[in-house]
């Protein structure tokens, strides 16, 4: 089972909204709703953001929302700002003896 | 507010065991609805799920570590552990231990992570 597929890097400006991409197959993200995205800074360990493809956990912005369509999922920071700066991680469910599949990992940059 | 902490040496020798615990405070750990797993990160690398932990003593393993790996539990001390043998430079990594819920994947409370080198 091959980590799913995330971008290296994504920046934005302060305010702007963005977008990380989280591909996969139909064993996983598109067989499923069990998306997970984390924000993890450095030295830290890291954050549910987004389960279930689109839910928020209590305590976390608005500003983050998820989304998927086929074999990709979405996260999308509205209004970016500078403690958004952070790595980015997808998880999936996925059919394979695997089970539990993270993505490669995303750095967002706030200009 | 639940609490996870891992514990054990931050150094291994190549070839010999690691061992980490994991314990959990704010909680219990034999709650039905939870599973409690480790996951790794080598350095600068992205994350690895090992395996995870119902309060019964089920498990589930990731196939490229199963053969390594093994993963217990005392719900009288409300821990859990990992041993990976046969360790190698490839082990290095930061080991976090978290929580998940019990017919889902995503890990919701996390420890802070320990990070064990392998090497001589």
């Known amino acids: 089972q091959s980590a799913l597929t995330q971008p290296a890097s994504v920046s934005g400006s302060p305010g702007q909204s963005i977008t990380i991409s989280c591909t996969g197959t139909?064993?996983?993200?598109?067989?499923?709703?069990?998306v997970s995205w984390y924000q993890q800074h450095p030295g830290k360990a890291p954050k549910l953001m987004i389960y279930?493809?689109?839910n928020r956990p209590s305590g976390v912005s608005n500003r983050f929302s998820g989304s998927k369509s086929g074999n990709t999922a979405s996260l999308t920071i509205s209004g970016l700002q500078a403690e958004d700066e952070a790595d980015y991680y997808c998880?999936?469910?996925?059919?394979?003896?695997?089970?539990?599949?993270f993505g490669t990992g995303t750095k967002v940059t706030v200009l | 507010q639940l609490q996870l902490q891992e514990s054990g040496p931050g150094l291994v020798k190549p070839s010999e065991t690691l061992s980490l615990t994991c314990t959990v405070s704010?909680?219990?750990?034999?709650?039905?609805?939870?599973?409690w797993g480790w996951i790794r990160q080598p350095p600068g690398k992205g994350l690895e799920w090992i395996g995870s932990?119902?309060?019964?003593?089920?498990?589930y393993y990731n196939p490229s570590l199963k053969s390594r790996v093994t993963i217990s539990v005392d719900t009288s001390k409300n821990q859990f552990f990992l041993k990976l043998s046969s360790v190698t430079a490839a082990d290095t990594a930061t080991y976090y231990c978290?929580?998940?819920?019990?017919?889902?994947?995503?890990?919701?409370?996390w420890g802070q992570g320990t990070l064990v080198t392998v090497s001589s």
């Open positions: 978290a929580r998940h819920v019990n017919g889902a994947w995503d890990f919701d409370y």
């Open positions: 998880s999936s469910y996925t059919s394979s003896s695997t089970l539990n599949v």
């Open positions: 279930d493809v689109s």
């Open positions: 704010g909680g219990s750990i034999s709650s039905s609805d939870y599973y």
């Open positions: 139909s064993s996983d993200v598109g067989g499923y709703n069990y």
């Open positions: 932990i119902y309060y019964s003593g089920s498990t």
